[in-house]
């Protein structure tokens, strides 16, 4: 109940969410996001991210051709960890058309943040390597281990548990829902978030804040 009213009083405080998220990640069509910022994303949708660092994963998807036959080729999860403030960046990937340039990419992929002028923005990446079978991964809980590894691309806890923002999708029909979440995992989330924007705020707003939730 705490949680709620807190986040209540933040909105009748007035603090925007989307206006505090000031960096914005535009993805190519192959680009299929796994994990953004330590929670399970899909798609490649503009991402709305907060200032600061900031670590997402995907995989590289296109359909290719090879020996006169098409398939979908699906890369290893290719995790990115970049520092940026109050820009756009567009992530650019090469475009793979064989199964040789797959092969290469595989080995190294070569990937650039590009901000809106043109200039390149510094990143770390590295891969998201599973052996043995792939299928029914948490890639949640893989991004967290990896982020204890100290690995070039990992990033604090804190880093993880900032909020995304994603244009709103419709569920496609005859899909199944995701499975419930774990309320200490919910609880804790949502600490970090309250956290995270009464940092953001000026201290008016904060009193404000802590104003409303005291005549709860």
């Keep these: 109940m705490k949680?709620?009213?807190?986040?209540?009083?933040?909105?009748?405080?007035?603090?925007?969410?989307?206006?505090?998220?000031?960096?914005k990640l535009e993805l190519?069509?192959?680009?299929?996001?796994?994990?953004?910022?330590?929670?399970?994303q899909h798609g490649n949708d503009t991402l709305t991210l907060p200032n600061g660092v900031?670590?997402?994963?995907?995989?590289?998807?296109?359909?290719?051709?090879?020996?006169?036959?098409?398939?979908?080729f699906k890369s290893e999860v290719?995790?990115?960890?970049?520092?940026?403030?109050?820009?756009t960046l567009?992530?650019?990937?090469?475009?793979?058309?064989?199964?040789?340039?797959?092969r290469k990419f595989e080995r190294s992929p070569q990937l650039a943040l590009i901000a809106a002028d043109g200039e390149k923005i510094s990143f770390?990446?590295?891969?998201l390597i599973k052996s043995g079978i792939q299928?029914?991964?948490?890639?949640?809980?893989?991004?967290?281990?990896?982020n204890q590894s100290g690995k070039a691309a990992a990033v604090a806890a804190a880093t993880t548990a900032v909020p995304v923002t994603l244009p709103a999708t419709a569920q496609p029909a005859g899909t199944s829902p995701k499975p419930p979440v774990d309320p200490q995992q919910t609880r804790n989330v949502a600490e970090n978030m309250l956290n995270y924007w009464y940092e953001?705020?000026?201290?008016?707003?904060?009193?404000?804040?802590?104003?409303?939730?005291?005549?709860e």
């Design 3 to 23: 949680f709620r009213t807190a986040l209540m009083a933040i909105a009748a405080c007035g603090i925007s969410f989307s206006s505090l998220a000031d960096v």
């Design 200 to 215: 953001q705020a000026d201290e008016a707003t904060r009193e404000r804040f802590k104003a409303k939730i005291n005549q």
């Design 90 to 102: 567009k992530l650019d990937l090469p475009k793979l058309r064989t199964g040789q340039d797959a």
């Design 135 to 146: 299928f029914g991964r948490d890639f949640e809980k893989e991004v967290a281990v990896y």
């Design 124 to 127: 770390e990446q590295d891969k």
């Design 54 to 72: 900031n670590q997402f994963a995907f995989r590289y998807i296109d359909s290719l051709r090879e020996n006169g036959d098409d398939y979908l």
């Design 78 to 87: 290719i995790i990115v960890k970049f520092e940026a403030s109050d820009t």
């Design 28 to 40: 190519p069509y192959p680009a299929d996001l796994v994990v953004v910022n330590g929670v399970e």
